[in-house]
């Protein structure tokens, strides 16, 4: 990535962080970044955009959807088990600036189009792929509000190790919270406790054996 976007991207996000969309001036981020306003447009095109670019790399950490290869058709337990896997690896990452964090935590409080872009480049496939994953391990007949719940629900799981680790911290404390932040331990527990909710849904709408 070129270095004067790099910085550009670094100093605005962490400024949109602490101060907000709203409060913090291309000039301001420019003077930080010891760049020119020109290279804003340059590289990003205004403002706007700079935040939403902010946004996604607070959020994938300049990642792009990963597209799952399933062309051997492992078992949807397997799937399932991979989708929960990549997000907690991403969830876990440790080399994060702390901006990533404060900025996503602004954006959901006080959702802008970024929110709106970021699901529709990034959120939308990885949910759209977790989607297909809970309609294999359920009955075709499965309310759509029932398979969102169990989708939103394994979502929730693993955002919780991202975005509340102070609070599990204060909770059970720190050496305790910090054996949890284990990748196959998470993703163990994860898997097996959706699958367990999974399969209490799907015995409630599993057809009669005629």
Not at 41 to 69: M, N, S, T, W
Not at 155 to 176: F, K, S, T
Not at 177 to 200: A, H, N
Request: aromatic share 8%; glycine share 4%.
């Amino acid at each position: 990535m070129d270095d004067t976007r790099q910085r550009l991207l670094n100093v605005a996000g962490e400024m949109f962080a602490k101060k907000g969309y709203e409060a913090t001036t291309v000039r301001e981020i420019c003077a930080q970044a010891e760049a020119n306003i020109a290279a804003v447009h340059y590289h990003f095109g205004d403002k706007e955009q700079l935040y939403i670019e902010a946004v996604r790399i607070a959020a994938c950490h300049a990642g792009e959807p990963i597209q799952f290869d399933w062309t051997e058709q492992p078992p949807p337990e397997e799937r399932l088990r991979q989708f929960i896997r990549h997000m907690m690896t991403m969830m876990l990452k440790e080399d994060r600036p702390a901006w990533h964090i404060e900025l996503m935590m602004r954006e959901m409080a006080q959702p802008t189009r970024a929110c709106a872009e970021l699901v529709r480049t990034y959120i939308g496939s990885m949910f759209s792929q977790l989607m297909a994953i809970v309609l294999s391990l359920l009955p075709s007949n499965t309310p759509l509000i029932q398979q969102h719940l169990q989708a939103f629900s394994i979502v929730a799981q693993c955002l919780l190790y991202r975005y509340h680790r102070p609070v599990g911290r204060l909770l059970i404390g720190e050496d305790e919270y910090q054996i949890l932040l284990d990748l196959d331990l998470l993703t163990d527990q994860i898997v097996q406790f959706s699958l367990g909710g999974l399969e209490k849904i799907r015995r409630q709408f599993q057809e009669p054996a005629s």
